[in-house]
């Protein structure tokens, strides 16, 4: 049985619609999942909604909303956003429901049976919007005296019965897991602030509400709701089957990766391994805490009216084009910026006539010249065998060795220098002048780039799903041939040319792309 890989992204808040950041984190998440089915891993990838807490109930009642009602709208255009940027998720979890209410109920009766819950009375500052708790030493005074957290949202002060976590047990037991484990927290930017912050002390975390009654319902203590973090991290679990401990939790839990945005680190790092330490659960492999995408620079905020919708984006631009842009352009881990003259240039320069040239004129000769017809009865020329040896050593080798370290843009600049030296041999051999020339060295040169075209396709798969499932499609590579396991087989060329198979007319798989009008850096 192969090796299981489980990734999750983080359990998006659905007080709004999703934004470009949403988008962002979900298609790097799905494509470190298909990469890693192409490798030959069984894989799980979750997602899903964080549906409860006070922000959720004040945003539905200023909606005129039930917030059951208003959750399920939102939630809904999470999934569509998941569905329509081609996200491979197994499971959308929602917390809203009753089989995430009854893993959150199991994981607070293993924290209790271990001694570290306890009911007190909580007094101090809470941010709504953040659904996070801060000590007074962490604020900041805004306008009009307004107290403001870390994340500059505001803060009230709140007093009121809650059951507490009893999170400063486990501050030598974290430290001496970031010492251990040093790729638990990536990247190291991440790690240094929260050993900053553990080493700094911990106080006891309040884990219950009683102030509203939306939320999953505390074991045992009528009128208490958990707090919203101790539910939403039970995700993780609930999506593969906890409280069952048999089946899918066995085999995948711990989960490899948690992708999250880098101001829920701290959740996912130190309340998150205290919680699991707590319930006796193994810990998760490692948090990779992501950059922000910047609109032009700029933080995008509703008040600045630069909030980019993703589908929107989508539709304007396509699926393929704006997943590749994304991970070609911004290096995971910190912070990136994007525009839409960004995404038209580099999906012009490297989609369209890079990449999608090659191909569409490698097919086409071999469409007009050879009547469709492929051979493996031909021999090689030395610019033939290294071209091959650099393209599988680029898919078997670099693109590999960086995707697994989630360097997604180095990965993808290794795939198109190789895209550029099958250009660069195309414009060398000239098959075209060979045709008249030395019709046999014509062929070579064709064999040699369907060969290429197909292994560049299989290598960037994982980013542009459709397009190249379109690209090998027409070539003929069987939908269960285009994994790693497939690049390993050395006959695939020869079977494929002894079979009936025709090379048709080709289809562009990349259309360029026009700027509507506008929309350029110097419109105004």
């Not at 890989?5 to 799905?30: F, M, Q, V």
């Not at 200023?62 to 329509?84: H, K, N, P, Q, V």
């Not at 490297?350 to 097919?363: K, T, V």
């Not at 980013?463 to 396991?485: F, N, S």
Request: proline share 5%; net charge negative; with cysteine.
């Amino acid at each position: 049985m192969s090796d299981p890989y489980y990734i999750t992204t983080a359990i998006s808040y659905p007080n709004g619609r999703p934004h470009i950041g949403h988008a962002y984190e979900a298609i790097a998440t799905d494509v470190m999942a298909r990469f890693q089915r192409a490798r030959g891993r069984d894989v799980r990838l979750i997602t899903g909604t964080d549906e409860h807490g006070l922000k959720m109930v004040q945003t539905a009642r200023a909606a005129g909303r039930e917030t059951l009602d208003f959750a399920d709208e939102i939630s809904g255009y999470f999934r569509a956003m998941c569905d329509g940027l081609n996200i491979s998720y197994d499971n959308f979890m929602r917390t809203s429901s009753p089989a995430h209410h009854a893993a959150s109920q199991a994981l607070w009766r293993a924290m209790e049976a271990k001694g570290d819950l306890y009911l007190d009375r909580y007094e101090g500052w809470y941010s709504v919007r953040d659904e996070a708790f801060y000590d007074e030493s962490e604020l900041t005074d805004g306008e009009g005296g307004v107290r403001l957290s870390p994340q500059g949202t505001p803060v009230e002060w709140t007093a009121e019965e809650t059951w507490f976590f009893r999170l400063s047990a486990y501050q030598d037991k974290l430290l001496a897991l970031y010492a251990e484990q040093p790729d638990f927290m990536r990247p190291d930017s991440r790690r240094n602030e929260v050993l900053r912050f553990v080493e700094g002390g911990l106080k006891d975390l309040s884990v219950s509400r009683t102030s509203f009654d939306w939320g999953v319902p505390v074991p045992g203590s009528p009128g208490h709701v958990m707090y919203v973090w101790v539910d939403a991290l039970t995700t993780y679990l609930s999506g593969i089957g906890y409280p069952d401990l048999e089946g899918d939790f066995a085999r995948f839990w711990p989960a490899d990766i948690h992708m999250i945005g880098k101001d829920i680190v701290r959740f996912h790092t130190v309340y998150w391994p205290a919680f699991l330490m707590s319930a006796d659960l193994p810990l998760p492999k490692q948090i990779f805490g992501h950059g922000f995408l910047l609109n032009r620079g700029e933080k995008m905020s509703k008040s600045l009216g630069n909030v980019v919708d993703p589908m929107a984006l989508a539709e304007q631009f396509g699926v393929d084009p704006m997943r590749y842009y994304l991970l070609r352009e911004v290096s995971f881990g910190q912070d990136g910026t994007f525009s839409a003259e960004a995404i038209v240039r580099a999906t012009n320069a490297d989609l369209a006539n890079s990449f999608g040239n090659l191909a569409q004129r490698s097919l086409s000769m071999i469409f007009k010249n050879l009547d469709g017809t492929l051979s493996a009865d031909y021999t090689p020329a030395q610019d033939d065998i290294d071209l091959l040896a650099d393209v599988g050593d680029m898919a078997t080798v670099r693109l590999p060795r960086e995707f697994e370290q989630l360097a997604f843009s180095l990965g993808i600049e290794d795939w198109l220098r190789a895209v550029f030296a099958c250009n660069q041999y195309v414009d060398t051999q000239a098959p075209w002048a060979l045709r008249k020339t030395d019709p046999d060295r014509m062929r070579a040169v064709l064999m040699t780039l369907f060969q290429v075209v197909r292994t560049l396709a299989i290598a960037i798969r994982p980013v542009v799903p459709a397009a190249a499932d379109k690209l090998l499609d027409q070539m003929g590579i069987a939908a269960d041939a285009r994994d790693y396991e497939a690049l390993a087989d050395n006959d695939w060329f020869a079977k494929l040319a002894a079979s009936d198979f025709v090379v048709g007319q080709p289809v562009p798989i990349f259309p360029r792309l026009e700027l509507p009008e506008g929309e350029g850096e110097d419109a105004t």
